[in-house]
């Protein structure tokens, strides 16, 4: 499973990428919101930090507004892929934008359905959202591991991305349902890393080691003086 990174945070995206694995980033105008300044710039210095996918979200709800935008962004580096929010106006700029060859993530997806018609418009991603569904007493991966079986299949020519991670588990239970990637943020990836048992142990490595080194020196200093 690829694991992209869902923030627009530079130094969280270089991190992972210097951790080794960051296969790709998703912006949104809320994690954009949270960083400011100039989204081209933005999207720019992420496409510079990771050669994988970068998706980039148009805000615009009308067809035309929504081509305009996602050409622009496609125009910043050969890696966007242009978010389209699931809607029967974005569907038909997820048609567009494939015969134009513009790669496309088809966000805010909540039924299996939802995900079925996007791919067959030519989303490139399918982005269901685990972690919104589960809020509302829904089981969010239940929409991931149907949309995989979907793909899978029918040979839909699709990837499925599980979004709205909120906790590790989320991610361990995307690469069991075959998810193809999942996105997840920085604070999330740090927790996959770490285990309390992880951590004591290093610590009683380190101590076990240094008490060895000491007694070694004591051993010394008194062969010395002898
Ligand atoms: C990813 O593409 C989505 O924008 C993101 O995962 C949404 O997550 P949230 O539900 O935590 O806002």
């Keep these: 499973m690829k694991i992209f990174l869902d923030t627009a945070e530079i130094d969280e995206i270089r991190t992972a990428a210097r951790w080794g694995v960051l296969d790709g980033v998703t ?33 615009a709800e009308d067809v035309e507004g929504m081509l305009r935008e996602g050409r622009h962004f496609a125009t910043l580096a050969p890696n966007i892929v242009v978010k389209v ?3 029967e106006e974005g569907l038909e700029a997820i048609a567009c934008f494939a015969e134009e060859g513009i790669k496309t993530n088809c966000t805010l997806i909540f039924s299996a359905n939802q ?4 791919a067959k418009a030519g989303a490139s991603l399918l982005s269901p959202f685990v972690g919104r569904l589960d809020d509302i007493n829904e089981h969010g ?6 949309l995989v079986a979907m793909v899978t ?5 699709t990837e499925v991305l599980a979004a709205s991670i909120r906790h590790p588990r989320h991610m361990t239970e995307a ?11 920085f604070k999330i990836l740090r927790e996959m890393i770490h285990h ?25 200093h008194a062969a010395a003086e002898a």
């Excluded at 995900?115 to 996007?118: F, R, T």
Aim: charged letters at 20%; one cysteine or more.
């Design 27 to 59: 912006t949104n105008p809320t994690l954009f919101a949270k960083v400011g300044g100039s989204y081209d710039d933005v999207l720019e210095q992420i496409c510079r930090i990771t050669p994988g996918p970068v998706s980039a979200e148009v805000v």
């Design 153 to 157: 299949t029918h040979n839909l020519g």
């Design 115 to 118: 995900g079925l018609l996007a």
């Design 175 to 185: 690469a069991l349902a075959g998810s193809h990637v999942a996105t997840v943020p």
């Design 141 to 146: 991966m239940d929409v991931v591991r149907e």
């Design 196 to 220: 309390p048992l992880t951590d004591t142990g290093i610590l009683r490595f380190r101590k076990d080691w240094e008490s060895v080194q000491a007694a070694g020196r004591d051993r010394t």
């Design 85 to 87: 929010p699931m809607s």
